[in-house]
């Protein structure tokens, strides 16, 4: 049964509790849809009444990469249409969320969901998000760092311009 003060946690961190509990139960799943999010979170039962504005939340207010309209969280990365995960720093978005909140306060959130905030932490680190993006861009980064490896940048161009007149 929801106490009081679960009764006032705000929309945004019942969302990312809820993802994160999705994320952590499930580490090899990469993403998750907005409805199984708002269903982990009704499941949850943080408070008495599922609230409507849980999925406008997931599909918008906590999503890093879109636009604000309004809310403007990073809580949440879109990965692929339609699909969900936890935002990791390091993950591309819009820049009208510049130093929005990305993960909850301890002391807004019930009790028994602090742990996940250390587990959050810990995840973050440990996983390069480059790796995990599903952008063909990103996903790119450090691909030619073996390139040029065997040849000092300095001969390189010195190569490169023998024979310029």
């Known amino acids: 049964m929801a106490t009081l003060a679960a009764q006032k946690i705000k929309v945004a961190d019942e969302v990312w509790i809820a993802a994160a509990l999705l994320q952590k139960e499930h580490l090899t799943r990469v993403d998750f849809t907005p ?26 207010h906590c999503v890093a990469n879109r636009p604000p309209n309004p809310g403007r969280y990073r809580m949440l990365y879109e990965t692929r249409p339609g699909y969900r ?34 587990w959050y932490a810990e995840w973050n680190q440990r996983t390069d998000a480059r790796k995990q993006s599903t952008d063909p861009l990103m996903a790119l980064y450090g691909k030619g760092k073996k390139l040029w490896a065997d040849e000092p940048a300095d001969k390189y161009v010195a190569r490169l311009r023998e024979g310029w007149v």
Request: aromatic residues 6%; without cysteine.
């Open 85 to 118: 995960r936890l935002y990791r720093m390091g993950d591309p978005y819009d820049p009208a969320r510049e130093g929005s909140k990305i993960v909850p306060s301890a002391d807004e959130i019930p009790p028994q969901y602090g742990k996940l905030l250390k």
């Open 35 to 60: 409805e199984e999010i708002v269903e982990r979170a009704a499941r949850e039962e943080m408070v008495e009444d599922r609230r409507p504005g849980v999925y406008v939340h997931v599909i918008q």
